[in-house]
């Protein structure tokens, strides 16, 4: 059991919830859909009719010599109706929020006495609070009403009702039913929860808003409230009247009436005079309200409010300038204390008009106090909930409580004096992200002698810097570099108001710059001789993009310590290594004259020579690693090629029989550093149980289960055969075939054909191509429908041990039956039928006696369980439909709920991994297996994969494939698998993308962004590297003649010589793309223009521009017309281009038909949120089209060689898995998935320098691939060619993948 904290006030504390049922009455005109309560069905209904009046009255309790037990539920019953209240209303899953409602239902109380009678007499020390003191009772309790904010309750605030009530007042409660708590249950409307804008229905012209209709609930609540207070003062002169009058009890226990009726000399709580109104947020609205309006009509005289307790009050729903004080002669205003939280006293406006409010309350006295820390939600018990409550909330929570109790004994300026309190100010310290201002309260202690009103933040504290990380992140810091600058006090002061003077979160800062900016910051608090001035030339400098380096940075600060405005810029350039560059060649023979001038002897000296090369002065700026590399190479040169330290000796291992392997996952699971265990042996995977931990209710059934497997991991993935896989079902395919893998077992491929009207037959087919093409081998491929005749037996097992029943409850009966997961369920009128009669009525099911929906075979379980998956779920259904195995012999189908746990349990299944949308059906999983005494395999259950700005739902997909946005299930641009890998996309790259991630419980909900960069570290090492023109420019050479020929020797990869080189031809006609030439030179432009030099990548000599040639029309260039330097020194050129040549005999170049570039298919990274739907978000650009890119001619033999690499692996893997007695067996229905199939023309994947990563799309025609690999390879008649980029070379922020 889980209490909130205890009040320790002087009495102990009775609560008492009271109904009073009254007329029905409907307040305003807006209408909201509800469920009946009767009926079960939808109606549209009045959103605010009342029809019962119900608050909790919080009392000091007279408990001596009573046997009553301790606790009151904190959550609103039935635990459906809070869960989806509080779904509907913080928008978050049901699923999520389940384990915390299901945790805090049933064991979190308050603690107090349900109940108990109102204490009427001296109190003595109770056996909890034996330092109680001996005061006696007032003569009458005063009385406070309560009114909670949005989505709060009755229980809600308990907190602060129970420490009034402990300290001798009588707080009553009120739960308001207008749809601003999270929920209700109401006698007659049945369950109603918070109305949020998208409910409302309106029925007349009035304005439409959300605004107008707090109004109306605000009216309504004045009406609840008033209702309440008569019929509790009715009771507290006249007593109970029974039942059918004035106020009841809420529930059947026994309430000591007489407690609270008044004597003939006193009266029990004093309802005539000095009535406290309280409320928090829209409760506080509610009590302006009702101090500034009349009382409803039918109501003659208003409630005697003597003071009022407004904490974190919210105006809006008020209209401006009100709430204004009633001016009637004679009128005496209440006295108020409004307690604010740092947040709602920092909301600019809000805060200028609750000034204004109270001021015309109270000119004299301007009561509204700020609690340092407090949230909004802390007046509330939200912040107090055992287990996620914290110190400085108990300590604020202490400080609500005092300031009310002394407001209310008419103490508060003494409390407030005697206590350490601060004169702020609200200054503006920044820029939120959305460019508003950030605001915080700044100020010192008035005094110091005594407790702040708040807890202090110390620095440990790791919310102490919120604002300033804020601040940090709106100039582009990441969080974690964010949260790592504002630890250091003192850079972080430097660094706030560098942001403040410069206006830096407005200059529109990448990451870098905002890193560097944080290292100047870190610099400057390290001196004092930096001036202002000198600190604006240092900001300026790295906002032009002079200073691009922390070193550099560090140069600066200690230059401006010496020089002072006007600074020497070319010397401060100098100085700091502003544009500095050196080529590769400058760089190659600054490394060998300093090996020759050192006397360097070899190998052992390199780590000393990178370090002195890097140190010498005209090499400082030099890119470290280019000169590792220039050191690594001049050493090569000089010594000879580095030898391989030989690896030690190791134990030989001890072979294992032979099993089918997943070498895929094994090198996904081994991508990482090999420091890190295994995926599979790490977090989620790695705490799993082992084969035969699983619990059975006798233990034979585990001896049987570990004999069937040789204690083996067994795993299966069952798809549903309904659609195509997506991205993250590769995450399943990764995690139950790995983790098989990993620990030598077995993993089954099961299709859970259970429902014949949505399978296909090409669905079965894709799913096991797919999941070969990502490089596993099911051990076996299976059917539920394999097992039909056993689940049948079954089911008639189950109806003879009474666990079963056939039910004849129309669907919309069966909802209502189960509470529409919102109340209780209620038990179905067969359930109790006999159990021939269940059988015979399943037998009618079976012969097709039934039609669709007429009768369902349904699981006796529990209904008294709170959760769901609980409440007898279908175990059978009739369907008319033709099943594509077993044909038409069946007429009745079992349910995923009863078909999976069963066949997991057939095949001897260890390990039943699956997303956590299941964690609810585990329960139900394993109450199946033990009520029919079968092997219980364990359900695990680990987080789903997706990706940002993308789609999964089968529905969906199949929308834009019939409406034509994408050209099927394929298009590049979706994320279905077989989509990926017609992009391009290697297997392997899924598969280290799924890795890294990790396996855990929670969702990974990921960026694309991070995908593509996944797939491009995977291309990075594996893809071969040609020369590409995207948009062709033909360039002359004059000054060779028409037939010079230089064939090229080209590596593919230079850092992966495996991949192999080719020729290619240099000629006097050579392409270079469009972008690498223009008219107009610059000092940073160091590619080709007219009388420039520039490199081109593998020849033998730079070129240079002479002359050029345009288009009359246009005056685009057409032809370019170059020098080549090759007589003499010829230039240095600082930068290198690619080039095809034109060369018809040797076929170059090759010439693109179509290459197509693909962006997200959505704007936004939710495209679900979009209104209308999910279409609207669709970018009109996601595919660009790209005619007459030109690629160098050993694209050919590349090709032809990939096609035969990628078949020659298919077939290894296929003759390998078939050696393995058993392995990948199957009936003759399934289909045969061929290693020629596992290959496509997507394996064609290359990089196109400078370009992108690109892969051979599916509509290519490409002749030479279906010829003989003794014919030499080359365009064909009819070839049409489409390359697809697979991914840019650097991540795109604007384009994606």
Not at 373 to 382: I, L, N, Y
Not at 1067 to 1092: H, M, V
Request: hydrophobic share 35%; aromatic share 10%; proline share 7%.
């Amino acid at each position: 059991m889980l209490f909130l904290p205890d009040s320790c006030g002087r009495f102990s504390v009775g609560a008492t919830t009271f109904k009073l049922p009254v007329s029905t009455k409907v307040l305003g005109t807006a209408k909201i859909r509800r469920n009946s309560h009767s009926d079960g069905g939808p109606s549209v209904k009045p959103a605010l009719q009342l029809d019962e009046v119900i608050f909790t009255a919080y009392y000091p309790a007279g408990i001596q010599g009573r046997n009553i037990k301790k606790g009151l539920d904190w959550l609103l019953r039935p635990l459906q109706a809070s869960l989806h209240g509080y779904a509907h209303y913080s928008g978050i899953s049901t699923w999520f929020l389940w384990p915390i409602v299901y945790l805090y239902g049933r064991l979190l109380k308050i603690p107090v006495y349900p109940n108990a009678p109102l204490l009427r007499q001296r109190p003595t020390a109770s056996p909890e609070h034996t330092q109680a003191r001996s005061e006696t009772c007032p003569s009458s309790w005063p009385l406070v009403i309560f009114s909670h904010g949005l989505g709060g309750s009755r229980t809600a605030y308990s907190q602060v009702c129970t420490r009034l009530a402990s300290s001798g007042r009588v707080v009553l409660a009120i739960q308001h039913r207008d749809g601003s708590g999270h929920a209700f249950i109401s006698s007659t409307t049945g369950p109603g929860l918070y109305v949020k804008e998208e409910d409302l229905i309106w029925t007349s012209n009035e304005e439409k808003t959300m605004i107008n209709f707090r109004q109306q609930q605000l009216t309504f609540r004045q009406y609840e409230i008033y209702l309440a207070f008569y019929s509790f003062k009715q009771l507290i002169q006249d007593g109970y009247k029974g039942l059918s009058h004035g106020l009841r009890p809420i529930d059947e226990r026994f309430i000591d009436w007489s407690s609270w009726l008044s004597d003939v000399d006193t009266k029990a709580v004093e309802c005539e005079k000095d009535v406290l109104l309280a409320g928090h947020s829209f409760g506080g609205a509610t009590v302006f309200t009702i101090l500034s309006t009349d009382p409803p009509a039918g109501i003659s005289a208003p409630i005697p409010v003597h003071k009022a307790l407004i904490l974190d009050p919210w105006l809006e729903p008020i209209p401006s300038p009100g709430p204004r004080p009633p001016q009637g002669p004679g009128d005496v205003l209440p006295q108020l204390l409004v307690i604010n939280s740092e947040k709602f006293s920092l909301w600019k406006d809000h805060f200028a008009r609750l000034i204004g409010v109270v001021q015309a309350w109270e000119p004299e006295k301007r009561r509204i106090l700020t609690i340092l820390r407090s949230q909004h939600e802390s007046f509330s018990d939200f912040s107090l909930l055992p287990l996620v409550s914290r110190r400085p909330a108990h300590i604020v929570m202490d400080r609500i409580v005092e300031l009310s109790e002394a407001f209310i004994d008419g103490n508060v300026d003494k409390f407030v004096n005697e206590i350490a309190t601060r004169k702020m100010e609200i200054r503006i310290v920044g820029k939120k992200p959305d460019g508003s201002p950030q605001r915080q309260l700044v100020g010192e202690d008035s005094s110091t002698h005594h407790p702040s009103m708040a807890p202090t933040k110390s620095e440990s504290d790791p919310t102490a810097s919120d604002t300033s990380i804020l601040l940090f992140k709106s100039i582009g810091l990441s969080q974690a570099k964010a949260a790592e600058a504002a630890k250091n006090a003192k850079s972080a002061n430097v660094l706030r108001n560098l942001i403040v003077s410069y206006d830096l979160a407005e200059a529109r800062l990448d990451e870098k710059q905002a890193t560097i900016i944080t290292a100047l910051a870190g610099q400057l608090a390290k001196t004092e001789s930096v001036e202002p001035d000198e600190q604006a030339f240092a900001v300026r400098a790295i906002l032009q993009g002079k200073l691009k380096s922390v070193d550099q940075v560090n140069a600066a600060v200690k230059y401006l310590e010496k020089f002072k405005v006007p600074i020497n810029e070319l010397e401060f350039d100098t100085e700091c290594g502003v544009g500095f560059s050196i080529t590769s060649e400058e760089l190659h023979d600054a490394v060998t004259s300093y090996i020759r001038e050192n006397s360097v002897t070899g190998w052992p000296n390199l780590g000393s020579v990178i370090s002195g090369v890097k140190a010498s002065p005209a090499l400082r700026w030099a890119n470290p690693l280019e000169v590792k590399n220039a050191v690594e190479k001049a050493f090569t040169e000089t010594f000879g090629t580095k030898e391989a330290a030989k690896p030690k000796a190791k134990d030989p291992k001890k072979e294992k029989a032979a099993q089918p392997t997943a070498t895929a996952s094994e090198a996904a699971a081994g991508s990482s550093s090999s420091n890190r265990k295994p995926v599979f042996e790490e977090g989620f995977l790695g705490a799993l149980h082992k084969p035969g931990e699983n619990p059975q209710i006798r233990p034979e059934l585990r001896e049987q289960h570990l004999r069937a497997t040789d204690g083996q991991v067994w795993t299966r993935f069952p798809p549903e055969p309904n659609g195509y896989l997506h991205i993250g079902h590769s995450k399943a395919i990764f995690v139950n075939f790995g983790y098989a893998a990993h620990h030598g077992g077995k993993c089954y491929l099961r299709f859970d054909d259970t429902n014949p009207e949505k399978e296909e037959a090409r669905y079965f087919q894709s799913i096991i191509e797919v999941i070969r093409w990502l490089g596993f081998e099911p051990w076996k491929i299976t059917y539920s429908s394999d097992y039909f005749d056993q689940l049948y037996d079954l089911a008639i097992e189950l109806i003879k041990r009474d666990k079963a029943y056939v039910c004849h409850c129309t669907q919309e009966q069966i909802k209502a039956d189960r509470g529409e997961k919102i109340s209780a369920p209620k038990a179905c009128v067969h359930r109790s039928r006999p159990i021939q009669e269940s059988l015979d009525e399943f037998k009618k099911m079976t012969d097709g006696y039934y039609r669709p929906k007429e009768a369902n075979l349904r699981m006796k379980m529990d209904l008294t369980d709170g959760n769901p998956q609980m409440w007898d779920l279908t175990a059978y259904r009739v369907l008319d439909a033709s099943h594509h195995r077993t044909l038409d012999k069946w007429k009745i189908y079992p349910t995923y709920d009863y078909t999976h746990c069963l066949v997991d349990s057939f095949e001897n299944i260890s390990h039943s991994l699956c997303t956590t949308e299941f964690i609810a059906s585990r329960q139900s999983y394993e109450w199946l297996c033990d009520a029919l005494d079968v092997y219980k395999p364990r359900q695990s259950e680990f987080g789903r994969l997706s990706l940002q700005g993308t789609i999964n739902s089968k529905r969906k997909i199949l929308q834009l494939v019939d409406e034509g946005y994408v050209s099927g299930w394929d298009d590049p641009r979706l994320y279905t698998l077989i989509a990926l890998r017609r992009r391009g996309v290697p297997p392997g790259a899924i598969l280290s993308f799924v890795s890294t991630l990790g396996v855990s419980t929670a969702a990974s909900n990921i960026q694309i962004a991070r995908f593509e960069q996944t797939v491009r570290q995977y291309l990075e090492g594996s893809a071969p590297r040609l020369f590409m023109v995207m948009h062709p420019l033909k360039v002359i050479i004059e000054n060779v003649p028409d037939d010079y020929l230089v064939m090229v020797d080209k590596p593919f990869h230079p850092k992966n010589p495996q991949l192999g080189s080719s020729q290619i031809p240099f000629t006097r006609t050579i392409y270079i793309d469009a972008d690498d030439f223009r008219l107009e030179d610059s000092k940073d432009y160091f590619r080709l223009a007219p009388g420039k030099s520039v490199g081109l990548f593998q020849a033998p000599y730079p070129i240079t521009c002479t002359s050029y040639k345009t288009d009359s029309a246009s005056g685009e260039v057409t032809e370019v017309f170059c020098r080549l330097e090759d007589s003499g020194t010829p230039p240095k050129p600082k930068a290198y281009i690619q080039w095809v040549a034109e060369h018809a005999s040797s076929g170059s170049p090759v010439r693109i038909d179509e290459t197509r570039i693909f962006h997200p298919l959505f704007k936004s990274d939710n495209p679900l949120a979009a209104t209308p739907d999910f279409k609207a978000d669709i970018n009109p650009n996601s595919m660009e089209v790209i005619k007459g890119a030109m690629v160098e001619v050993s694209f050919w033999p590349l090709a032809k060689r990939c096609v035969a690499d990628a078949l020659e692996e298919a077939r290894a893997r296929s003759a390998k898995i078939k050696a393995i007695p058993g392995a990948g067996s199957h009936d003759a229905h399934t289909p045969e998935i061929t290693p020629e199939q596992l290959v496509g023309k997507e394996c064609v994947r290359f990089q196109g320098l400078r370009v992108a990563y690109l892969a051979v799309d599916s509509d290519s025609r490409l002749g030479a691939l279906d010829e003989p690999s003794d014919v030499t390879p080359g365009i064909r008649q009819g070839d049409y060619l489409v390359l697809n980029r697979i991914a840019s070379l650097k991540e795109d922020a604007g384009k994606g993948i």
